[in-house]
């Protein structure tokens, strides 16, 4: 299976259309997304203009809220303990490249 969809082939939203005739010209937002995980973290594509850093902020916070959530928090405290474990969750950020 490939991994980018071509002008002329059917675009997976089900419309029956090409995509030049479809969704390329829809709004980003509109688009799907992609995400996947690589050695570094997990990466995402998401078409749309870029979030502000407020957005960014608040972001991070969820994502933080879930590894403390996560079986990974309690890994974490038991190898590192509590203190490093927390230094280390602040590094666990949103960003876009």
Not at 61 to 87: F, L, T
């Amino acid at each position: 299976m490939k991994d980018e969809i071509g002008r002329n082939d059917l675009f997976p939203c089900g419309s029956g259309k090409k995509y030049k005739k479809c969704c390329q010209e829809k709004t980003p937002s509109s688009l799907p997304t992609y995400s996947w995980m690589e050695k570094d973290g997990v990466h995402s594509f998401i078409p749309d203009t870029p979030p502000s850093s407020e957005q960014l902020d608040n972001m991070t916070k969820v994502y933080q809220k879930n590894i403390r959530n996560s079986p990974i928090w309690d890994e974490m405290i038991k190898q590192y303990g509590k203190e490093k474990a927390e230094k280390l969750l602040k590094e666990f950020r949103v960003k876009i490249e």
